[in-house]
């Protein structure tokens, strides 16, 4: 002790509890093929699955947002049929919210699911309101007609009906972004 001083200073057991749940599962697992492998994707899925439920995440650290940008008088004309009053409005190019990056360059989401098939809306604007409300305005609906078994894709028709739409009450947690 007196060369080493305090035995804190060689004491080993914050790593040894923080690997105790890999340990534990190297044990369990049968196959020894990719040990580090199955590791590491379980870890991965664990922190995953922290982040998309928020749980020990301070929300706030999950929103990212970029310069706002000004919006032409004949582009607000246009959305006039959906906005009530542009004032206190501020748009933005993107916004990174849980992960997933919302940005008004041909960025296309699922804006709703009626049924097993879903509406798709090509975001035109992001605006936030004055309580730090995200909203999106997409401005070409995309209604989905049938799934092409040859191609495995969605059969969509174009309408031209603008709609508003909260970010946070998108049907879907996480969005499978099309760009």
Known sequence: MERVGPLINIWSMPFEAKHKE??????AITSRKNICYTLFLKNQLKVAHRVANSINCNPSALLKICKTIFISEEELKNISSVLNDVNGYTFISWVNL???????TNMCIVINKVTSLPVY??????????DTILVAICSLLFCTNGLDDHYQSYVVNNTKEIVKIKITELPYKNQLVIV
């Open 22 to 27: 890999s340990k534990v599962a190297a044990q």
């Open 121 to 130: 809306g090509l975001i035109k604007h992001i605006y936030i309101l004055p």
């Open 98 to 104: 849980n992960g997933t990056r919302y940005s008004t």
